[in-house]
């Protein structure tokens, strides 16, 4: 097994993936050398704090997410299929330029394998997958359509430390969305820098890829096409390409959550008011019920 990932791994050769450079097998011990990458994983350049350079603007993070998107197709048209599309798979070297990791198993073409496999990280894993067990490339684009959620809003996938209805990124954002109040999910530090029509196209994008149902999510050729189209309309129309180390004038992260928190439940707070205000004129028109205490306990 491991001598067939090595033979499939030294075959793979593209500008956004991660070279191979050379392998050691001694006795028990497998040792694969690749290529370094100076500014670390994409994780570590988002959220992670791990790494003492500037944050990256916006226009960095999409040049990124298009390498490794082209990544992605290269793999594809091998007939390769990564088991692990995450943030922690994708790294920056020192001009930063996003490259796939390929240091995770790989398939040829789509199998079947055991829901109970640990394939990536909480959060990122396509629904279908844990129904059917098959392995796809729509799989893929499903877990890439998270990692845009994180790019967009520099916050892990999944993140246990956080109430249970933020824990799980792609949800909340979508909470968000239909509430009114997605600017409190959105790195706080891309505030302002963002042109709007490219923001609207990118969250498109993400939310395509993660649709439930694989047949109706993008290829990943059409992916780069559009996060294309993207970056062009953000280069037309606003300049960020200078990082601001001094951004301390809006609300930290940890206080941008905080708000997020506050406005969710003060949201759900208003809707059962409305609801139950609802009930009670409607029973009221009637004259079915006319307290509190009836629209409880129904005679």
């Keep these: 097994m491991f001598q067939t990932e090595i033979a499939m791994l030294a075959n793979l050769c593209h500008h956004h993936v991660i070279s191979l450079v ?5 006795n028990n011990q497998r040792i694969l050398i690749y290529d370094y990458m100076a500014r670390g994983t994409l994780c570590e350049n988002l959220y992670a704090n791990k790494t003492d350079e500037p944050l990256l603007t916006w ?12 990544a992605l197709h290269y793999l594809h048209e091998c007939s390769v299929i990564p088991n692990d599309v995450s943030t922690t798979k994708i790294l920056l070297d020192e001009r930063l330029v996003g490259k796939f990791s390929s240091k995770v198993s790989l398939w040829r073409d789509a199998m079947d394998v055991t829901p109970t496999l640990r394939m990536g990280r909480l959060g990122c894993v396509d629904p ?100 294309e189209l993207c970056l062009t309309e953000q280069r037309g129309s606003l300049d960020d390409e200078t990082p601001h180390d001094d951004d301390t004038n809006g609300p930290s992260r940890a206080e941008r959550r905080l708000n997020l928190e506050m406005c969710l439940a003060e949201y759900d707070e208003s809707s059962h008011r409305n609801l139950v205000s609802t009930f009670e004129y409607d029973g009221a028109s009637d004259g079915g019920v006319d307290s509190d205490s009836e629209l409880l306990m129904p005679r």
């Design 22 to 26: 050379g392998y050691c097998k001694e």
């Design 59 to 70: 226009t960095q993070r999409l040049d990124v997410c298009i390498g490794a998107a082209r």
């Design 128 to 227: 279908e997958f844990y129904r059917t067990g098959q392995l796809t490339q729509k799989s893929n684009v499903y877990s890439f359509g998270v990692v845009l959620f994180e790019v967009l809003c520099a916050r892990a996938a999944y993140d246990r430390s956080l109430p249970e209805r933020q824990a799980i990124l792609v949800e909340c954002f979508v909470d968000c969305q239909k509430k009114g109040i997605l600017h409190l999910i959105i790195d706080p530090y891309l505030e302002g820098k963002i042109a709007p029509q490219c923001l609207k196209k990118f969250v498109e994008i993400a939310e395509n890829c993660v649709n439930d149902h694989g047949i109706n999510r993008p290829t990943m050729q059409e992916v780069i096409e559009n996060l």
